[in-house]
C-alpha cells in the first residue's frame, strides 16, 4: 500500500499511531463528559480521573484538568465560609472535646452539626444536618421555615437516630448556636447518658470545618442553582442531594468512596474483628 500510494512505511506509521491517539482522546473526552454530567458538574479533574481510575482508563489528572478545559467544564465549588447562628451568652457552652480529631474510623461514634440559611423568595429557609464522621454521610437533616429549636436540631437529631445508633461515648459537635446551648438540646445529652456534646471555640469556624464544607458544597453543587419560591421545592431539592450525596458522591476525605462504602467497609472491618 505504501509502494503504491507512494509514502514510506514510516510516515505511514506516524499517521498510524497519531489517528489512534486522536481515536482515544476522542473517547476519553466523552467519558470525561458523561462523568462530568451524571454528577451534576460538581466534580472537578481529581473526581473525575478517580472515576476514570475505577473504570479502567490509565491517565493523570494533570491531562484530565488538559481535556477539560480545552471542552470548556470546571467543577462548579467555590470556597466559601457560611455564619450562621449566635449564642445567648447566659446558655453554657460544652468544651471542644472534637478539637478538629476529624479523622474517625467508626459509625455512630461522632457526629457534627451545623445550621445555614437558604432563600426562599424575599424569606429563607433552614436547613440542619448531622453528619457522621465515621462514614461523612448525612444521617439526619431538616428543612424549615423558622430556627427554633423544635424544628431545626430535634427533627435533624430524631430523623438521624432513626436511620443510625449511637455508641458508647458518643459525641456532638457543633458550634455555639442558640440552639445547641439551649436547654431542650442539652436534654438530648441527660436522656442519653452515652453522649456528650462538644462546641467549637468562639468564632472558630475551623473547629467544625466538616459541616462547614458540607454546606459550601451543596450550595454550590445544588442550592445556588435553584431559584426557590416555596420551601417544599427546597425539601424536594435537597432529599434528592443528600440521596445522591450519601450514595454516589466520591469523598476525596474517605479515598473517593461514597458514604455507603465507606460505611460498609467500616462495619464489615468490625464484624471480622468481633
Known amino acids: 500500500m505504501c509502494k503504491v500510494f507512494k509514502v514510506s512505511s514510516n510516515a505511514y506509521y506516524h499517521w498510524l499511531i497519531k489517528r489512534k491517539k486522536k481515536t482515544r482522546t476522542a473517547e476519553l473526552k466523552e467519558k470525561i463528559k458523561e462523568v462530568y454530567d451524571q454528577n451534576r458538574g460538581c466534580y472537578g479533574s481529581p473526581r473525575i480521573t478517580k472515576v476514570l481510575e475505577k473504570e ?5 489528572r494533570a491531562y484530565v484538568a488538559r481535556l477539560m478545559k480545552e471542552m470548556g467544564l470546571q467543577s462548579k465549588i467555590r470556597k466559601k465560609w457560611v ?20 479523622e474517625v474510623s ?3 461514634k461522632v457526629w457534627v452539626s451545623d445550621i445555614t440559611y437558604i432563600r426562599v423568595g424575599q424569606s429563607w429557609a433552614y436547613l440542619t444536618t448531622m453528619i457522621d464522621l465515621g462514614d461523612r454521610a448525612v444521617v439526619g437533616w431538616s428543612v424549615s421555615d423558622d430556627m427554633t429549636t423544635e424544628n431545626t436540631i430535634k427533627e435533624a437529631w430524631i430523623a438521624a437516630r432513626k436511620k443510625r445508633e449511637i455508641k458508647e461515648g458518643f459525641l456532638l459537635h457543633s458550634d455555639r448556636g442558640i440552639q445547641y446551648t439551649c436547654g431542650q438540646t442539652r436534654a438530648i445529652f441527660t436522656h442519653h447518658q452515652k453522649a456528650r ?4 471555640r468562639k468564632g472558630n469556624c475551623w473547629d467544625n470545618a466538616v459541616a462547614e ?3 459550601k458544597t451543596i450550595k454550590y453543587e445544588e442550592l445556588n442553582h435553584h431559584q426557590f419560591t416555596n420551601i417544599d421545592q427546597v425539601e424536594q431539592v435537597v432529599e434528592q442531594y443528600m440521596e445522591w450525596y450519601n450514595t454516589q458522591r466520591l469523598h476525596s476525605s474517605i479515598g473517593y468512596k461514597t458514604p455507603t462504602q465507606r460505611y460498609i467497609e467500616l462495619n464489615h472491618s468490625v464484624k471480622k474483628r468481633a
Open 197 to 200: 456534646q462538644s462546641m467549637s
Open 83 to 102: 455564619v450562621t447562628t449566635q449564642r445567648e451568652e447566659t446558655h453554657p457552652v460544652a468544651e471542644n472535646l472534637l478539637d478538629r480529631q476529624f
Open 106 to 108: 467508626e459509625t455512630g
Open 56 to 60: 479502567g482508563f490509565q491517565v493523570s
Open 213 to 215: 464544607s458540607f454546606f
